[in-house]
């Protein structure tokens, strides 16, 4: 059993609310633009991460993470990338890649918007954690916390804050 917080487009912020919902949680994965380093470290300072760069990150960040994660985890295959679509709207990247693969579950950041979808044409779960940071459109900030186990997701919770800052 793993239990993975998830979450992306941090844009240079990650802070205690977030740190909080990701407490009990044995990986933090963050689908791209972190922003900057600090934001890694901060994760890093608290939980192992598995990452990879997006659109907006540097240098510093495309040193530390790699463009994409393709790993197994309790039985099942994830691919995770920052710029990556949907089911009958994936990046061309993201859709060769899924089809040479074939993941159980394909994550991916970029649009800021949260989906979690069933893509039965290709045969997985396609989940977009949101916009964990202030810098974009959105009107909260989201981000996802599971289970993995025996080869399914499990207790699939969002996490939503306002975009105040307090």
């Avoid at 793993?2 to 933090?28: N, Q, V, W």
């Avoid at 061309?92 to 994550?107: C, E, M, N, S």
């Avoid at 991916?108 to 997985?124: A, Q």
């Avoid at 997701?153 to 307090?166: A, D, I, K, P, Q």
Wanted: hydrophobic share 40%; charged share 20%; net charge neutral.
């Amino acid at each position: 059993m793993a239990l993975i917080g998830l979450l992306s487009d941090t844009h240079c912020h990650f802070d205690s609310k977030l740190a909080e919902f990701f407490k009990d949680r044995d990986e933090i994965w963050h689908a791209g633009d972190f922003g900057n380093r600090a934001v890694s470290d901060a994760i890093t300072a608290i939980k192992p991460i598995r990452g990879v760069y997006g659109n907006c990150d540097g240098t510093d960040i495309r040193e530390l993470h790699p463009y994409l994660q393709l790993f197994n985890l309790e039985g099942m295959k994830f691919l995770m990338m920052h710029i990556g679509g949907y089911p009958g709207r994936y990046d061309y990247r993201a859709l060769q890649l899924i089809t040479a693969h074939k993941p159980d579950v394909f994550i991916c950041g970029h649009s800021h918007i949260l989906k979690i979808v069933n893509d039965k044409v290709n045969n997985l779960i396609c989940i977009n954690p949101g916009a964990a940071g202030y810098q974009g459109f959105q009107t909260v900030r989201t981000a996802l916390r599971f289970k993995v186990e025996n080869g399914a997701l499990h207790n699939m919770e969002v996490g939503e804050w306002s975009m105040t800052r307090v």
